[in-house]
């Protein structure tokens, strides 16, 4: 019996040990809801929006997403939205069907708002 608790111990003190604090959080310690954010760019009828302001604007594309990751998220929108929004702008989105894609950057089809 002394055998069992040992070894139920040792699984214990394994797995805390092992355990990971990923959340998915971002600089703010909380989860993003894609929400709100910052334009970064625009291309082919697509926004990329990330969660925080981006202090430079002229930085390589691959810099501004490993700076904001796992905060990004490519937005197809329609060709009205496209035209209105300029990088740099904050935005609020909705997202109609709920679908996003979580890879990284996260993809969707929103309707966007320039706040």
Do not use: H
């Not at 060709?79 to 996260?106: C, E, F, H, M, R």
């Amino acid at each position: 019996m002394k055998k069992i608790y040992i070894l139920l111990f040792a699984v214990l003190v394994l797995a805390t040990g092992c355990s990971s604090n990923n959340n998915n959080s971002g600089q703010s310690g909380e989860i993003w809801d894609f929400r709100e954010g910052f334009v970064v760019t625009k291309e082919d009828g697509r926004i990329l929006m990330v969660r925080d302001k981006v202090a430079n604007l002229e930085v390589p594309l691959s810099e501004m997403l490993e700076e904001a990751q796992p905060n990004a998220i490519w937005l197809s929108v329609d060709k009205t939205d496209y035209d209105a929004i300029l990088v740099g702008d904050q935005v609020s989105i909705k997202i109609p069907n709920g679908t996003v894609d979580l890879s990284y950057p996260a993809r969707a089809t929103a309707d966007v708002t320039k706040k």
